[in-house]
């Protein structure tokens, strides 16, 4: 994450509470390295926490991560926070706190199904709380020239983009479904099976 930011032109400071850690980076690697744990004040202040753009907490430990994301947000108001976090029914109480939060063992879980499973069976993502997810529906041949809208209208739902042919594309009011269309809805997970049911089938016909 540091290589990849830093390549993209933003300057890294790295905390670790153990030095050899460091010895992970690239030679190269301009940015600050900082010897203590992510939640000290003066560690921060060290780093550079008082002009940092974001701060991402992603230690192994689920307390440390939390606090430090709570200190960089609350303690030095770095509005870019996002906390990795181990236990899924923990992140799902820390992102209603308002920390956002990296899920690391449901989105693993989440991906290895994806790849085990019939395409479509998992959605692509989930929000930490597991309540609303982002999902490749199937929709009937009958869709083929229908406008995008009509079908979110009778589905009840938003479709977030279409790849076709390989290309994402966003919605449009002139959108239309063409065939080899893979849509993309955006939905509470639990309505996700009424509406694969809806677009399943053929679309109602207006009076």
């Known amino acids: ?35 203590g744990v992510g939640f000290d004040r003066d560690v921060l202040t060290e780093a550079g926490i008082e002009s940092a753009a974001a701060y991402v907490a992603v230690s192994s430990g689920d307390n440390s991560n939390i606090i430090s ?28 706190l308002g920390i956002p939060t990296v899920a690391t063992v449901r989105w693993t879980a989440d991906q290895i199904l994806r ?14 709380t597991g309540t609303v997810v982002l999902a490749e529906v199937t929709v009937h041949p009958s869709w083929i020239s229908k406008r995008v809208v009509d079908l979110e209208g009778q589905a009840r739902t938003r479709v977030a983009f279409i790849n076709r042919m ?23 997970e639990n309505d996700m099976d009424r509406i694969n049911k809806v677009l399943a089938a053929a679309p109602e016909e207006d009076d």
């Open 1 to 35: 994450m540091a290589h990849i930011l830093e390549d993209n032109g933003h300057s890294v400071a790295i905390i670790d509470r153990d030095p050899q850690a460091f010895r992970r980076l690239r030679a190269g690697f301009r940015g600050r390295r900082v010897t």
């Open 69 to 96: 994301a709570r200190v960089a947000r609350e303690t030095f108001g770095v509005d870019n926070v996002v906390a990795r976090i181990y236990d899924p029914r923990r992140a799902e109480v820390y992102q209603r």
């Open 115 to 128: 790849r085990i499973l019939p395409e479509g069976a998992e959605p692509l993502w989930r929000d930490p």
């Open 166 to 188: 390989g290309e994402a594309l966003t919605i449009t009011p002139d959108t239309m479904v063409q065939e080899g269309d893979v849509l993309h809805v955006i939905a509470a």
